[in-house]
């Protein structure tokens, strides 16, 4: 880094995701399950800004709501990011801090730990003036953590594998949504051992992808809702009883399907327009069982960088 970098700064945006279907097989050998997945990225973003450090140091610092609950030590997903970019560039004496600006809830089933990876790892790279592509960078993405390549590609996205393995899908359109954020979070791991405790010999295979992805390449709202589905669902309500009251009742308030986002315990509420959504997040803002609402679009582009100066 030259000395006319030290005021280098490279801010990266990167959005957070909900599971429109998330259909889960046992257990693998390796401690994973086999995902059918379709992911759609939506606009709540954490930003993360990428700037130079001293000789090999790495530090992050965190800030915006549920900042507390973020480690800031190396078991940051962030930190581990610019480790493993550094690690496989041979180059050690590369430092970074980083600043994230959280948005998207903290373990809230929305992918922010994954955000925030992606992040630093699109940020580190471009700081760092690495030739990396887009292909290394998923390949990356991929050891960190299961939804860390989507956090990068964003879209609309079948995910197979562990939820690593991205083919990209049609989506005509934007949709609207309205996150019910719970008190509390959800371990994404606690979430999976207790589906394999209570729902994985119940759980049979649907063809639920195929409807989903025709609804999403026609608009066809129906179809879409029809489609939706998550096998972790009763998991998460086991964990978190109160996200039921949200799910069932707020569906009486607006909104055309509702869902457990991914692992939990934000429930996602898909809806028909601007103004059912406006009347939800009003309504569910007054739930004993709610945090804090929040308003989407979706599908919004993946990981990019807003400034490089
Ligand atoms: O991949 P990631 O580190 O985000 O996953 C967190 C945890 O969620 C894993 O340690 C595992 O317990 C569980 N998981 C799983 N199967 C997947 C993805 C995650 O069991 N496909």
Known sequence: MESSDVDAAVRVQVPGKVNLALSVSPRREDGYHELTTLFMAVSLYDIVTATPARRGRLSVEVSGEGADQVPLDGS??????????????????????????????????????????????????????????????????????????????????LGTGRGEQLAPTLCKGSYEWVFALAHGGLSTAKVFADYDLYSAAQTTPRMIVDQLMTGLASHDLEAVRMGMCNDLEHSAIRLHPPILETLEEGLNIGGITSIVSGSGPTVA????????????????SSFTSVRAVLRAKGPVPGARVLSNS
């Open 76 to 157: 940051n997903l962030a930190i581990k990011a610019a480790q493993l970019l550094r690690s496989r560039h041979g180059t050690a004496e590369l430092g970074v801090h980083l600043m994230i600006e959280k948005r998207i809830p903290v373990a809230g089933g929305m992918a922010g730990g994954s955000a925030d990876a992606a992040g630093a790892l699109l940020a580190c790279s471009v700081l760092w003036g690495l030739d990396v592509d887009q292909s290394e960078l998923l390949t990356l993405a991929a050891e960190l953590g299961s939804d860390v390549p989507f956090s990068l590609m964003g879209g609309c996205a």
């Open 269 to 284: 509420f898909l809806c028909a327009d601007d103004d059912d959504a406006v009347n939800l997040a009003v309504g569910l």
